[in-house]
């Protein structure tokens, strides 16, 4: 009896958990991220959204978190 009570409080757990995960993921500042992966040949850009595209265009303003290489963060 007791592991289903275990049980019980491991699914609420993960239940919550992922409430909380959609939750805070909604409240992010941020519209997205800006991946740059640079080859030996091109730099690749892509957009990863944090919401559906169409919901951008009723935005005045889009703002991108940068996932860039460490090395291209501290140019002067």
């Avoid at 640079?38 to 005045?60: C, I, N």
């Amino acid at each position: 009896m007791g592991y289903v009570w275990l049980l019980v409080a491991y699914a609420g757990g993960m239940i919550v958990g992922f409430v909380l995960r959609m939750v805070l993921g909604r409240l992010s500042p941020y519209d997205g991220v800006m991946h740059i992966q640079d080859g030996r040949e091109k730099t690749v850009y892509s957009l990863e959204l944090a919401d559906y595209p169409e919901e951008l265009r009723f935005k005045k303003e889009v703002i991108f978190k940068v996932d860039a290489p460490e090395e291209n963060l501290n140019r002067d």
